[in-house]
């Protein structure tokens, strides 16, 4: 089966693979879309945390179970699915309380080991989940959803509540999004105006800020003199993170999405004055990959809008660098296979 490694930075390899075996608990899935994300694109540059080549990359995965080794779940072959990348241990306190998207000894596929950028995988059965109902775009790009999903939830954000996020990439696209279905009022800011433009006209974002000295001046305006209760940042820039603080309201709530290989650094006696929370927020469940599907699936979410940019597996390798291109203006880009 064909395979692209990614051997180092800067350098992908197409290989040939065998076709994984299907082992006990798992099913071997024919992938069929491979959605691209920051991680891919800071592994590929050489700068993702926790991270080692050689690696098969992509975590954002559909496709359709041809094989199943003990047919245990409502999983059938045939089956179209979305993948949930995250394996768990099961057995550390963080499993056990139900935080399996922080296990002490969490893999992530096409991180920690070999991801999606192939034609086979075999995966655990209970990390599938059907996407009949979905196409295979949408199926694909339920991950990334699922963490913007899972932030908001881990935020607890309230209806009426205003809000703040920072990036205006996918992750922060799907934070605005189900920000916005729990009733807060959003704002969007980045330093690209065509995102922010995006915002406003296809997810409906009412108003948006360009990230600068005056920002600040310009959430009071919007908000009466006041601050945005919870800001989330969703840009994996130590220098936006850095700057995030000064955005919540006193009481306020800070949700770093975002992951960055670099120190954080913020006042002590501001962020005490504030009486801030700051929070991250990891992955995903599957119960935010089953909020996403049905949001989908209703209708509230819709995401066609933002697939910008698409390739097969043969010719990935040779568009992969101008999709870093900000001129190019990547939101997301598929693979199909």
């Known amino acids: 089966m064909k395979t692209i490694v990614c051997k180092e930075p800067y350098k992908w390899e197409i290989t040939e693979r065998e076709k994984p075996k299907c082992q006990h608990g798992e099913a071997l899935v024919r992938i069929q879309r491979i959605g691209i994300c920051g991680t891919d694109l800071h592994a590929f540059c050489g700068n993702q945390p926790f991270f080692t080549y050689p690696r098969v990359l992509g975590h954002e995965l559909s496709g359709t179970v041809e094989e199943i080794s003990v047919n245990n779940t409502k999983i059938k072959v045939g089956d179209q699915v979305s993948v949930i990348p995250y394996l768990e241990c099961g057995y550390c306190p963080a499993c056990r309380s139900g935080k399996t998207n922080c296990c002490s000894s969490l893999k992530v596929l096409g991180v920690h080991q070999d991801g999606g950028m192939t034609e086979y995988i075999s995966v ?17 790009v339920v991950e990334p959803l699922s963490i913007g ?24 696209f799907g934070v605005m999004t ?32 360009l990230a600068g000295r005056n920002a600040i001046n310009e959430l009071r305006e919007l908000f009466d003199g006041g601050l945005p209760e919870t800001v989330f940042d969703a840009t994996g820039n130590v220098h936006s993170m850095n700057a995030s603080f000064t ?34 927020s990891r992955n995903a469940t599957r119960e935010d990959f089953l909020h996403v599907k049905q949001a989908i699936q209703s209708g509230k979410v819709k995401v066609d809008s933002f697939l910008t940019h698409r390739s097969n597996l043969q010719e990935m390798p040779n568009v992969f660098k101008d999709w870093l291109l900000p001129e190019t203006n990547v939101l997301k880009a598929i693979v199909e296979v």
């Open 124 to 140: 655990p059965t209970n990390h599938l989940i059907k996407m009949n109902d979905l196409t295979l775009e949408q199926a694909a």
């Open 149 to 172: 999903a899972h932030a908001v939830r881990r935020a607890a954000i309230r209806k009426g509540e205003k809000v703040l996020v920072i990036g205006a990439g996918p992750i922060g």
């Open 178 to 209: 189900f920000a916005q279905l729990q009733g807060a009022l959003v704002v969007a800011m980045d330093l690209n105006k065509e995102r922010l433009l995006f915002c406003k006209e296809k997810i409906g974002i009412p108003h948006t800020i």
């Open 247 to 280: 955005y919540p309201e006193q009481g306020g709530r800070l949700v770093f999405v975002g992951l960055v290989q670099d120190n954080i650094t913020f006042s002590d006696p501001d962020f005490h004055q504030k009486e801030l929370t700051l929070m991250s």
